[in-house]
Each structure stands twice: as structure tokens, then as C-alpha cells.
Nanobody, 120 residues
Framework: QVQLVESGGGLVQPGGSLRLSCAASGRIWSIYTMGWYRQAPGKQRELVATITSGGSTNYAVSVKDRFTISRDNAKNTVYLRMNSLTPEDTAVYYC??????????????WGQGTQVTVSS
């Protein structure tokens, strides 16, 4: 079974920075698009950023120019560098990946989430 494990969340002051990581493991054949989503209390889960296997990126307007998504294909890992954080960025951040494994057709997988809290 494919698993995604996030790390790097925590408490940070407004204006601070944080880097999230998400590593995929299992009998993986290919990883296509990977991305980050977030969900604040009482709100819908929203897209933060995505990156294709070829390196093309897409960002939500609210994080563009502050966040940077990247990936290391050799490590099956996607990263999210977050700068100039504000309280509006407080949420549980979820990793997502479109994966073809040895035993399953191409499908989306989700991590369990990592908490990011921006507070003074």
C-alpha cells in the first residue's frame, strides 16, 4: 500500500518561515502530479500548490510569491517552503500525489496532515 507522510509543521510567529516535506513510500511505479492542500477549522479544504512530474507549478493566489513548491523525484518527496506566514495560513496541511503503483491503477493518495499554526 502506498503511503504519504508529511513532516515539518509546527508553531511559527507571523512573518516567519516553515518548510513542509512529504515522502511517498510503497511499491511505486510512477508519481505524476504532487501537491499541497490545507484546511482551516470550519472551512473547506483548498488547493495551495501543485507540481507536475515535469516541474510545472501552480499556486493559489493567496500564497503566490510567498510559497514555493518543489520535488525530488529520486526521493519520491515533495516540499513546500512557506515564507512571510500570517495567521490566515493557519491550517492542517495535506500532501496529495497522483500515483501508479505495482498493484493499483493510477489514483490520488493523501497524507494524514500536519498542523501549521501562525501566532504571536
Amino acid at each position: 500500500q502506498v503511503q504519504l507522510v508529511e513532516s515539518g509543521g509546527g508553531l511559527v510567529q507571523p512573518g516567519g518561515s516553515l518548510r513542509l516535506s512529504c515522502a511517498a513510500s510503497g511499491r511505486i511505479w510512477s508519481i505524476y502530479t504532487m501537491g499541497w492542500y490545507r484546511q482551516a477549522p470550519g472551512k473547506q479544504r483548498e488547493l495551495v500548490a501543485t507540481i507536475t512530474s515535469g516541474g510545472s507549478t501552480n499556486y493559489a493566489v493567496s500564497v503566490k510569491d510567498r510559497f514555493t513548491i518543489s520535488r525530488d523525484n529520486a526521493k519520491n518527496t515533495v516540499y513546500l517552503r512557506m515564507n512571510s506566514l500570517t495567521p490566515e495560513d493557519t491550517a492542517v496541511y495535506y500532501c496529495n500525489a497522483d500515483i501508479k503503483s505495482q498493484f493499483a491503477r493510477r489514483t490520488d493518495y493523501w497524507g494524514q496532515g500536519t498542523q501549521v499554526t501562525v501566532s504571536s
